[in-house]
């Protein structure tokens, strides 16, 4: 059940909107479900002596109006309370009697009209279709005073929560107020009007953010959104010193045909000017490559260099998000991530990035703000994707992005259960739809270079395949290897484990070591995520059709003992890779 509320000074012309035909939605038998005291003249249905609809309609507005009219200069301006509350599509239809009742329990709600109140405003609700009705009041009071209303979107959302609870309604996501502003009826009924996908104001805020991801300075975000065909106003205090910003999109003009411009901070709260600066301050992004993303292979392709070093910097992400340290941070660090690997995608997937992206960009702000939000490594990681160019979706580069993305499905669950523990319901939903996208964008990239190891896998003489599989069962705790995992399953894995034993690891000190880096169970499929754990960790081509190089003898890195702490594992300093941590302590694994 959605409430909608706005404010006007027109209470005649809003009814004859609502008792009219419609401009969009055609409007069939508008009646009154419920008014003020019960006996407020109806213009749908003859209830008075009048025979025509419109004197019966000027009479309800003057009876609406009366105390604003009393009141005279001491009325507000915009006296007008419009209220349209819509069920889902899956909810059963009301009855005009249970509207009746949702009407006079928001009136309630909102301090409009208390129950037992006889000075409450005037109030009438409007049925005019199945699924929604429209509540009308006028903000003055029988005493001519104004009502409290503080906070009546808030108070309206939550009388609608418990209304869905107690009818067995669909129950929608409570918010906390961090939410983008939707665009209005009249932005999107422009927008299908001029045969734009979506409207101007989404189009514009997936614009800004994009721009902004991995941006080092200032003066480069203002350059990208130039260079992304926005229209920009910089807004300059009377020192000169810019104070904000505001964008449009070419050929979006109002009736007097100027160009219509839209603030930052009314595309996203986080895209305000000075939010973006905090931003920038707090992670500034540097050009550095993780040094485990070059050692060894200094002939990739700079795409694939760069996603093996997000890569990195994600799973870090996804250990920190276990944890308050710094989580908030995290989850901006992610959305920017996200938003460069889908600007650098190949055609197939970009279409599931664009939506994951677009999904996550909710899950990116709550009130919880991080102590010390140092997202220095993973605004840099979205730095080099950006720099490093577009991917081209085969070869290494689509192994290093299905790579990628398999860890960023596991970030992204993280991130759902960061937000489910602190109470987060539209957050939460956001990231588990952000994982669902990636999970399918993670298929289509991943398609090629699996079945590649799969035939590898197979392809193996029948002894060694034999060893590398018993290794696989005996190291997998209890309960991960799914009933589903027989020994063709885990034919890319067993490739990989042969691959890298060739290359100079320790195959059972490999496996081990990407297993304890972080929980299993939340992953799809257990097999896809070591394969690419390993073959990051082996330095390992993440397309097998790659030349695979022998490592030096001494294989210290992957003998390594580690030690169990909370039911993870924590690498000794010489079996974990080298990621930077602010924290000047070694990340958990």
Same mark, same amino acid.
């Given at each position: 059940m959605v409430p909608k509320i706005r404010r006007g000074s027109r209470t005649h012309g809003l009814l004859v909107y609502l008792y009219g035909p419609g401009k969009r939605d055609e409007h069939t038998d508008a009646h009154l479900v419920g008014s003020w005291d019960g006996f407020a003249?109806?213009?749908?249905r003859d209830n008075s002596p009048d025979p025509d609809p419109k004197v019966t309609l000027?009479?309800?507005?003057?009876?609406?109006?009366? *105390?604003?009219?009393?009141?005279?200069?001491?009325?507000?301006?915009?006296?007008?309370?419009?209220?349209?509350?819509?069920?889902?599509?899956?909810?059963?239809?009301?009855?005009?009697?249970?509207?009746?009742?949702?009407?006079?329990?928001?009136?309630?709600?909102?301090?409009?009209a208390p129950e037992g109140d006889p000075d409450g405003c005037r109030w009438v609700a409007v049925r005019h279709a199945d699924d929604h009705?429209?509540?009308?009041?006028?903000?003055?009071?029988?005493?001519?005073?104004?009502?409290?209303?503080?906070?009546?979107?808030?108070?309206?959302?939550?009388?609608? *929560?418990?209304?869905?609870?107690?009818?067995g309604l669909r129950r929608l996501k409570p918010g906390d107020g961090t939410g983008a502003k939707s665009p209005t009826s009249a932005e999107r009924f422009k927008a299908e009007r001029t045969g734009r996908p979506e409207a101007p104001r989404e189009t514009l805020r997936e614009a800004v953010r994009q721009a902004l991801a991995g941006a080092a300075?200032?003066?480069?975000?203002?350059?990208?959104?130039?260079?992304?065909?926005?229209?920009?106003k910089i807004r300059n205090a009377p020192s000169g010193d810019a104070i904000g910003y505001n964008v449009a999109l070419p050929g979006d003009r109002n009736r007097e045909g100027t160009p219509i411009?839209?603030?930052?901070?009314?595309?996203?709260?986080?895209?305000?000017?000075?939010?973006?600066?905090?931003?920038?301050?707090?992670?500034?992004?540097?050009?550095?490559?993780?040094?485990?993303?070059?050692?060894?292979?200094?002939?990739?392709?700079p795409p694939a260099r760069e996603r093996r070093n997000a890569t990195g910097i994600a799973e870090r992400a996804a250990l920190l998000l276990d944890s308050d340290d710094e989580a908030a941070a995290q989850l901006v660090g992610i959305g920017e991530l996200l938003d460069a690997v889908t600007q650098t995608s190949p055609a197939a997937t970009r279409a599931e990035l664009g939506a994951a992206a677009r999904a996550f960009e909710r899950a990116t702000r709550s009130h919880v703000r991080a102590e010390r939000a140092d997202t220095r490594a993973i605004r840099s990681a979205a730095r080099g994707i950006i720099q490093a160019g577009s991917a081209l979706g085969r070869g290494e580069d689509g192994g290093t992005t299905a790579m990628l993305l398999s860890t960023l499905v596991l970030v992204t669950l993280a991130a759902a259960r960061w937000h489910s523990a602190r109470g987060h319901a539209q957050q939460a939903h956001a990231s588990r739809r952000t994982a669902e996208h990636l999970r399918a964008a993670y298929r289509q990239a991943a398609a090629m270079p699996m079945q590649a190891l799969h035939d590898q896998g197979r392809a193996l003489p029948e002894a060694e395949r034999r060893a590398h599989q018993a290794t696989i069962h005996a190291a997998l705790p209890n309960g991960v290897m799914r009933a589903d995992n027989s020994s063709t399953k885990t034919d890319a894995l067993t490739a990989t484990l042969a691959q890298a034993e060739h290359a100079g690891h320790d195959p059972k000190a490999l496996l081990q070591q990407a297993i304890d880096m972080r929980e299993l169970d939340t992953a799809d499929d257990v097999n896809d995520v070591l394969v690419w754990r390993l073959r990051?960790?082996?330095?390992?081509?993440?397309?097998?059709g790659e030349a695979t190089r022998r490592r030096p003898a001494d294989t210290s890195q992957t003998k390594a003992p580690t030690s169990r702490t909370n039911n993870r594992t924590a690498p000794t300093a010489a079996a974990r890779p080298t990621v930077s941590d602010p924290r000047n302590r070694p990340p958990r694994r």
């Amino acid at each position: 059940m959605v409430p909608k509320i706005r404010r006007g000074s027109r209470t005649h012309g809003l009814l004859v909107y609502l008792y009219g035909p419609g401009k969009r939605d055609e409007h069939t038998d508008a009646h009154l479900v419920g008014s003020w005291d019960g006996f407020a003249p109806d213009p749908g249905r003859d209830n008075s002596p009048d025979p025509d609809p419109k004197v019966t309609l000027a009479r309800l507005a003057a009876a609406l109006d009366l *105390r604003v009219k009393q009141a005279g200069d001491k009325a507000p301006a915009q006296h007008v309370w419009h209220c349209s509350v819509r069920t889902d599509p899956s909810d059963r239809t009301l009855t005009d009697v249970e509207w009746n009742t949702v009407a006079r329990r928001l009136v309630h709600a909102v301090n409009l009209a208390p129950e037992g109140d006889p000075d409450g405003c005037r109030w009438v609700a409007v049925r005019h279709a199945d699924d929604h009705i429209h509540i009308v009041a006028t903000m003055v009071r029988g005493d001519l005073r104004r009502p409290r209303m503080n906070y009546d979107f808030k108070k309206a959302q939550a009388e609608c *929560r418990r209304i869905e609870k107690e009818w067995g309604l669909r129950r929608l996501k409570p918010g906390d107020g961090t939410g983008a502003k939707s665009p209005t009826s009249a932005e999107r009924f422009k927008a299908e009007r001029t045969g734009r996908p979506e409207a101007p104001r989404e189009t514009l805020r997936e614009a800004v953010r994009q721009a902004l991801a991995g941006a080092a300075t200032e003066e480069e975000f203002f350059t990208r959104l130039h260079e992304a065909g926005l229209r920009v106003k910089i807004r300059n205090a009377p020192s000169g010193d810019a104070i904000g910003y505001n964008v449009a999109l070419p050929g979006d003009r109002n009736r007097e045909g100027t160009p219509i411009w839209y603030p930052g901070s009314k595309l996203a709260p986080d895209l305000s000017l000075p939010k973006i600066r905090r931003r920038l301050v707090d992670g500034t992004a540097d050009q550095t490559t993780h040094p485990a993303a070059t050692s060894g292979r200094p002939d990739w392709s700079p795409p694939a260099r760069e996603r093996r070093n997000a890569t990195g910097i994600a799973e870090r992400a996804a250990l920190l998000l276990d944890s308050d340290d710094e989580a908030a941070a995290q989850l901006v660090g992610i959305g920017e991530l996200l938003d460069a690997v889908t600007q650098t995608s190949p055609a197939a997937t970009r279409a599931e990035l664009g939506a994951a992206a677009r999904a996550f960009e909710r899950a990116t702000r709550s009130h919880v703000r991080a102590e010390r939000a140092d997202t220095r490594a993973i605004r840099s990681a979205a730095r080099g994707i950006i720099q490093a160019g577009s991917a081209l979706g085969r070869g290494e580069d689509g192994g290093t992005t299905a790579m990628l993305l398999s860890t960023l499905v596991l970030v992204t669950l993280a991130a759902a259960r960061w937000h489910s523990a602190r109470g987060h319901a539209q957050q939460a939903h956001a990231s588990r739809r952000t994982a669902e996208h990636l999970r399918a964008a993670y298929r289509q990239a991943a398609a090629m270079p699996m079945q590649a190891l799969h035939d590898q896998g197979r392809a193996l003489p029948e002894a060694e395949r034999r060893a590398h599989q018993a290794t696989i069962h005996a190291a997998l705790p209890n309960g991960v290897m799914r009933a589903d995992n027989s020994s063709t399953k885990t034919d890319a894995l067993t490739a990989t484990l042969a691959q890298a034993e060739h290359a100079g690891h320790d195959p059972k000190a490999l496996l081990q070591q990407a297993i304890d880096m972080r929980e299993l169970d939340t992953a799809d499929d257990v097999n896809d995520v070591l394969v690419w754990r390993l073959r990051r960790l082996a330095q390992l081509p993440a397309h097998p059709g790659e030349a695979t190089r022998r490592r030096p003898a001494d294989t210290s890195q992957t003998k390594a003992p580690t030690s169990r702490t909370n039911n993870r594992t924590a690498p000794t300093a010489a079996a974990r890779p080298t990621v930077s941590d602010p924290r000047n302590r070694p990340p958990r694994r």
